[in-house]
C-alpha cells in the first residue's frame, strides 16, 4: 500500500510540473501575442537567397551574416539625455546599432540627437508616440501610435522607418495588420538586461553576455543610468568573441524587412 502511495504522489507531482511548464510557455507566448508566424533572421535569410529577393537588396554593407558571426544592438524607449554618450561610445568603436524611438517626450524633445542618430549611420526605427501597449488599442489607435512617430522621424530624417518595436512585445493579428499598412515590420529580441529594474552597469553588461547568441537581437534602453555605461565593456567582450555588430535591416539581409513580417531571433 505504502509503494502504491509513492507512485501515486509521483504522478502528482509529474502532473503538477507539466502544468508549471505549461503555464510558462503560454506566459512566453502572451508575451507576443499571437506569434506563430515569426520568423527568424537566420530563415529571412536562408528563404532571401532562394529567391529574387537576393538581388533587389542591397545587401548588408559588406557584412556577410551567413559567413559572420552578426549580432544587432538595439535600443528602446530614446532618445534621451545620455544618447549623445552612447553615440560617441559607437563611434569609437565603429559599431552601428538600431534606435526604436519614441515619439512623445523624446523625438520631440531631442530633434538633434535623432538627426546624430540618422546622420552616423544607425538605423532609426519606431517604438510608438506614448508607449501604449498595442495589443490593447484599436486600428485607428494603433494607427496613431505608430504614424505619429513615422511622420515626426520622417520630418527630421527624411525617411520614414521600415522597421517598429511593440512595446513589451505585445501584438497580435491588429497590430500586424497596421503595422503592413505603415510599411512596418515588427522587431523582437533575443537577449535583454531588464535594465530597467537596475542600474548596475556590471550586472547589465553580465545579462547580456551570458545571453549572447549568433544572429541574436540585444534589447537595451539608452534612458537608463547603468545602460549607456555598460555599452563599452559589451562590445569590446563580445568582438572578442568573434561576433561582428550589424543593425536589424543587415542581420535579415539579403531579405528585406518584410511589412508586418514579426521577426524574432
Known sequence: ?????????????R??????????????????GCSDNAVSPRSARNDALDTKALAQSSGAA??????????????????????PQLLD???????HA????LGKNHVEKYPDTVRR??????????????HERLDK???????????????????????????????????NKTVTKVSKELGLSQILWSATAKDYSTNDSALIKKRILDQADRD????????????????????DTLKERGFTFVTVPQLLAPAPPKPGQLYRP
Request: aromatic share 4%; net charge positive.
Open 1 to 13: 500500500m505504502r509503494n502504491r502511495g509513492r507512485g501515486t504522489g509521483v504522478r502528482r507531482a
Open 15 to 32: 502532473g503538477r510540473s507539466a502544468a508549471a511548464l505549461l503555464a510558462v510557455a503560454s506566459l512566453g507566448l502572451a508575451l507576443t
Open 62 to 83: 559588406g557584412t556577410d551574416c551567413q559567413k559572420a558571426k552578426c549580432i544587432a544592438l538595439t535600443f528602446d524607449a530614446g532618445p534621451g539625455e545620455r544618447t
Open 89 to 95: 561610445t559607437l563611434k569609437e568603436k565603429k559599431v
Open 98 to 101: 538600431t534606435f526604436f524611438l
Open 117 to 130: 542618430i540618422a546622420a552616423e549611420g544607425h538605423e532609426v526605427a519606431n517604438h510608438t508616440w506614448s
Open 137 to 171: 488599442l484599436s486600428a485607428d489607435e494603433i494607427r496613431t501610435e505608430l504614424g505619429s512617430t513615422q511622420e515626426a522621424v520622417a520630418k527630421l530624417t527624411g525617411r520614414k522607418p521600415v522597421l517598429m518595436r511593440p512595446p513589451q512585445g505585445r501584438t
Open 216 to 235: 541574436g537581437v540585444i534589447l537595451l534602453h539608452d534612458i537608463y543610468d547603468g545602460t549607456v555605461p555598460a555599452v563599452p565593456g559589451i562590445i
